[in-house]
Each structure stands twice: as C-alpha cells, then as structure tokens.
C-alpha cells in the first residue's frame, strides 16, 4: 500500500512545495458555496525554511497585490 | 412601593409541585431549568413536528397536544389544559408568544383551579387593547407620546396644536397606512404646505383627509423596563434594556443597562412603568416599553404582559433568576428583593441567533443541524461570561412551523466595552452546520462601529443597510495572515514527508 502522503488530504495541488505552496481563502460563511466569488488564491514561495514568503494574491477585492511576509514566533516570558 | 389589592388577585400561598410548560425550543427549556432547581416537577407538552425536541427530552413528562400546526397544539387552549389535568399540573407557565397573553386561556386555567404564572386575566385584557391602555395610562400620569387625534379638523386649530406640541412633528393621515398622508414638520412656517399636501394625498388614497399629529422623536430608541409586582401590592423594578436594534420591528440585539442612562432618568422611568403596572393590578412578570428620545424624554409605547424574550439581559446585571421571580409570586410568595435590595453589575448583551438567511431577505431556513457548538474553551471564555438559551442540539431538525429563532447568546462584562468584546468571541466561537443562521450578520452588528459608539436608534440597521450588508472585504493584511498559517502548516508537511513536489490546498 502506497504511504498517504500529506497533499492526500487535500483538494488539488501541485507547484515546487515547500518553497512554493498555493492556497485558497475564503470567508467561512462561504466556505459551502458551489462557486464564490470571494475565494482569494495565494501563491506563497520562499527560498528556505527560515525565509519569508513572497505572497502573491489572485481574486477577490486583493487581486494581483503582492507582499512579503512572515509569521514570528510569540516569546513567550516565565514570571516569577 | 404599594397598591391597594385587588379582588381577583390570586389567593396567597399557593403550591404546586408540578409545572407544564405550554411552550417550546428554547424557553421551555430555560423555564424547566429552573424549575427542577425549585424541585419542581416538569411536564412539556408538544406538536407532532417537536416529538424529538430538547425541550421534550430534558422534562421528567411529555404530553403530545396535537399535529404540527401551532393553532391545532400549543395555540389549542383546551389540549393544554387537558395536558395539565392529566398529569396533575398544578400550575402552567406559558413562556412567550403562543398563549402568554392570551386572557381566554387564563379564565380556563381558573376555572380548572390551575395556576397561570402571569398576571390576572383582567391585566392583560387592560393592556391588549391598545388605545384604551394609552388612555388609561394617561390617567395614571404615564408619558405618551404627544399629539393631537381630535375631530376638529379645521386648519389654524391643528397648526396650534402642532405649535403646543413643539416641532419637528409627524403629519398622520387618520385612515393612513403605508406612508402615505404621512410628513415630518420641521417648523411652524413650514406646516401648511405640509398639511396642504398631506390632505391631497390622504383624500388620494384613502378618500379621507383627517389628519393626526404626533411629536416626531429625531432618534428614538427603544428602552424598555423590566417591572415585577406581587398579590400583596408590592412593585419593584429591575433595571431598563435597550433593544433598539430591530430589523422589521424584530429584536435582534439587546442590551442592559440602556447605555447612557443617568440615575434619575432611570429611577424616573422606573417609577412610571411601577405606575403602569400597578394601576391595571398588575401580578408577575411585566415588561413597559418606552421610546426615549435624544433629550432624554421618553414615552410609553405598550405593556408586554409575559416574560420577555430578552430577559437573560436583566439576569445577568442583576444576579436574579426571573423565572424563579415568576414562580415565588405566582406561590403567592412576597417579592423576593425590595426596590432597595435591587443592583446593577456590569453590563450584558444578547444576540438573537435566528435560522434565516440574511442574503435571502432573511428567508427562514430549515433542515438538520449537523453540528451546533459552542466552543468556549477555545475561545478562552468562562461559562460566567457567557450563557446560551438553547432549544436545540446538534443532530436536531429545525422545521418550518415555528419562530425560526434557535437560541440566544448571552453575555455579561464588566463594562460595555468587555462585554462587546466578548458577545464577539462568543459568536465567533458559535458553530453552527446544516442550516443557514444569521450569526454572520450578528458578527456585523456587533462590530459595526456605530453599535460600538452606541449611535442607537429604533432605525440602526435602516441606517447602516450598506455597510451591515455589503459583502464583506478584506484587508490584504488579513489574507496574508490567513495564509501565512495555511503555509506554515503545509511547508512542514511537505519538508517531513516529501520535498519536491507541490500542493494547493484549501484552507
């Protein structure tokens, strides 16, 4: 039996993941729509783990914007 | 506070040790809640539609009372009372809508020397009628909203009159109806031609051209006042809630205490709706509903003699159970708390979660609810923040022969502020699977910039109809942060298992 690969989960696919990874948004009270037009597909790409994503956006009121962006990890600080 | 008695008050101690409940969804649930802490016995009655309801499931006897039409079972006076008779009810409480106000059902359940948890007969048919309970409140020194509705329909008395009543005022054709024959009078120079046209329009429409004038309130809103009285004379008030945001005369966002309230304003309007209920010989619970206006003048507009469905609200400021109220008087016991005893804590919102489509003109929804959760935990939030009144559970059907409201989501915080930020998570923290529900438009409500600054009025959602129904945009920021997790989460999927080849996924 083939191993379930992760993208199995998923609808679609296919780009040069990880560095290249395409996802759909859409707000959740449209999430069951047969066709919304608010669905935003973002192409992220990013040269290394620890790289931000170059973020590319088609659809919805963002379409052809671009941006770079990261997500940071909260400190998280003991007190005593 | 005290009244003389009245004769048809009811006898003092009465006890029963078994409640029906002639109500459904999510009032008859609330009402048996309490009631089995008071170690009452619970009996629920139900339609054919509702034989797998919650409310029929969590009470200790369930009647059947009929097919599914509400005329033919929780509206069928006699089924009900039978319902009682056989399962040896001493007392039913009748919740909101249905036969709450209904005086034929009280006179019945009298006359089966069962007790009706509300007031007497003879209070609701005082406030029923509609103008004679105006009169009748005017007697008794309860504001009314200004006017003039006199036969005398000559030109310089009805300007004089519209003078008194001081401008802006509303023209009103008598027969009207639809807007028609009807203007707002800004000043005394511009009331002729007002009345000119309104006269032409009125005999237009209506073949009539008699005229009333109202005073025209600019930004009215709703404040309405939560009163008790016992069958010893004694009335207390628990605090006012602003229910001004209606959409078609329906609540859908309430709140107490009525932001911007000074103590006087409340203790006044306190007092009168006390007077209101007490000169019809009012027993339980009652709500007076009141327009205020921008001055800070206010108005009785009705009596709503039952419970109301925005009680939760009181509850939560005042750390009393009304329902628990309603039971101790309708025992015949004295009021639990005097005027004195009664305090406001912080402050509370509730949201109207209806099965209704708001990008369908707010069409009632059906089919089965595959999931309904509240996931408070996740949302970090306590259960002394947030109350749900449910009628329904996951795995439910929600049908089309009632009120389409599922539940109500209740909150409280210390301040407007806190609470708002907190009706917010809440509702976000709501999920709701298999029928269409309004909560989205709730989202909006509440985040709506307006409701925040509290620019309240009886007109809220008329006013912000484009941005409460414009579909919703983004902010790139927003995406980004969206997908930057959705990222994340795949990038390290696809690093574990195997680099090379891409994915798009949904998120």
Known sequence: ?80 | MTSEHSPEQKPQHVRFDTLLVANRGEIACRVMRTARRMGLKTVAVYSDADANARHVREADEAVRIGPAAARDSYLDVNAVVEAAKRTGSGAIHPGYGFLSENGAFVEALDKADITFVGPPASAIAAMGDKSSAKARMHAAGVPLVPGYHGNDQDDALLKAEADKIGYPVMLKASAGGGGKGMRVVESTEAFQAALDGCRRESKAAFGDDRMLIEKYLVQPRHVEVQVFCDSHGNGVYLFERDCSVQRRHQKVLEEAPAPGMTPELRAAMGDAAVRAAQEINYVGAGTVEFLLDADGSFYFMEMNTRLQVEHPVTEMITGQDLVEWQLRVAMGEVLPLSQDALTITGHSFEARLYAEDPEQDFLPATGTLTRFALDLEGAGLGTDQVRLDSGVESGDVVSMHYDPMLAKLIVHGVDRNAALATLNRALAALDVQGVVTNRAFLQRLSTHPGFKNVELDTRFIERNEATLFAPRQYRVEEYASAALIGLGQLAHECESDSPGIGMTAFV
């Open chain 1, 1 to 80: 039996m083939r191993k379930r690969l992760p993208w199995d989960r998923h609808d679609g696919f296919r780009l040069n993941a990880p560095h290249t990874i395409r996802i759909a948004l859409c707000d959740p009270d449209h999430a069951k729509d047969d066709t919304s037009d608010q669905i935003v597909v973002v192409e992220g790409t990013r040269s290394s783990g620890a790289a931000p994503w170059q973020l590319t956006f088609n659809g919805g009121n963002v379409d052809g914007q671009t941006l770079k962006a990261s997500l940071q990890q909260l400190q998280v600080m003991q007190l005593q």
